[in-house]
């Protein structure tokens, strides 16, 4: 019998070992938590569709912020349920609605915590598109100026990096040009980039209210069959200023995370989205997983795909678990 000289398994033998070997590692710092704000004063109402994860008013909020960061995750995405809805989305830009005073809250509480802000009207209109209408369609090039109005109230309200998630044609030089010609270039931008026409998203919806009331999104959102056009969605984004990329949603779209990595030198992002969390949490519940070795694994396969950056609704859970291993060494 010929033994094979090169024995793969010799390098798996001893826990040491595998740690010296491993290529690919998932650090706290990799994570973003998703923060939901509403109107009012100390609510914290579980959302049922997404066990762990709440509505908060701001002073809630706060005290969620003030605990992520001792937990030593750099950064939070704020994502509000206005006062009030209309046509245009005008709450999104306004000074009081909870997203803003939510980011002037924490920004006085936490300083050093990175604020993320999503910038999107789907909250916000009453009709649950991302953008103005124009009859049963959404008008792009309305919409762009309303995003800018968005951007920039959240960047004065003391956001650290602007997240534009509407997928509108043109957003990200028009809101990079608002930020500049305002003050505001030292504030980022991290587009959505690559967002999928997704089904992952159903939790979020309920979360948001922001469920479209007609139609859908698939007129202005990526159709999941397409790869070549995420590259075209990339290049844009980038000759327009973005800092970072973002693909969305993340473990459906794996194949375009190493795609975008290998083609970009700027950061990437993934989005680890409701769809997602809800079935790992729905599973865990009913005995069916192993939540934590599901929810490492999940996310170490995003890191290895080629993302830097991981929101995730996890993020608490997994820096708690990475920090318990590290104290373990």
């Given at each position: 019998m010929k033994l094979n000289l090169l024995r793969p398994r010799r390098l798996r033998r001893t826990p040491l070992i595998r740690d010296m070997v491993r290529e690919t590692?998932?650090?706290?710092?990799?994570?973003?938590?998703?923060?939901?704000?509403?109107?009012?004063?100390?609510?914290?109402?579980e959302i049922p569709s997404m066990p762990n994860c709440y509505h908060l008013s701001v002073d809630q909020a706060v005290l969620l912020a003030e605990k992520i960061f001792q937990l030593g995750i750099p950064?939070?995405?704020?994502?509000?349920?206005?006062?009030?809805?209309?046509?245009?989305?005008?709450?999104?830009?306004?000074?009081?609605s909870p997203v803003q005073r939510?980011?002037?809250?924490?920004?006085e509480a936490v300083p050093d915590l990175v604020i993320v802000g999503d910038v999107c009207l789907c909250q916000y209109t009453s009709h649950g598109h991302c953008g103005q209408l124009c009859g049963q369609e959404v008008d792009n090039d309305a919409t762009l100026p309303l995003l800018a109005k968005v951007a920039l109230s959240q960047a004065e309200s003391g956001a650290d990096m602007i997240a534009p998630s509407d997928m509108m044609d043109?957003?990200?030089?028009?809101?990079?040009?608002?930020?500049?010609?305002?003050g505001f270039q030292n504030v980022s931008v991290m587009s959505y980039s690559v967002k999928y026409?997704?089904?992952?998203?159903?939790?979020?919806?309920?979360?948001?209210?922001?469920?479209?009331?007609f139609g859908d999104r698939r007129g202005y959102q990526m159709d999941p069959a397409n790869r070549r056009e995420a590259m075209k969605e990339v290049e844009l984004d980038m000759d327009e200023g973005a800092d970072i990329i973002m693909?969305?949603?993340?473990?459906?779209y794996l194949d375009i995370v190493r795609?975008?990595?290998?083609?970009?030198?700027?950061?990437?992002?993934?989005y680890n989205v409701s769809g997602e969390y809800a079935m790992v949490k729905a599973a865990a519940q009913k005995g069916w997983i192993d939540e934590k070795r599901i929810v490492m694994e999940?996310?170490?396969?995003m890191k290895r795909a080629g993302a830097d950056i991981i929101i995730s609704y996890h993020s608490i859970d997994a820096a708690r678990w990475i920090r318990e291993e590290e104290g373990r060494l």
């Open positions: 590692s998932l650090s706290v710092k990799d994570l973003i938590y998703p923060i939901f704000v509403v109107p009012g004063e100390k609510i914290k109402e950064a939070v995405e704020i994502f509000g349920l206005p006062e009030y809805k209309d046509e245009t989305g005008s709450s999104a830009w306004n000074p009081s939510a980011m002037k809250a924490i920004k043109g957003r990200v030089s028009v809101i990079r040009g608002a930020l500049d010609k305002n026409a997704s089904a992952y998203y159903g939790p979020f919806r309920d979360a948001a209210d922001s469920a479209p009331h693909v969305k949603p993340a473990l459906a795609q975008v990595r290998d083609r970009i030198d700027r950061p990437v992002a993934v999940t996310l170490l396969s």
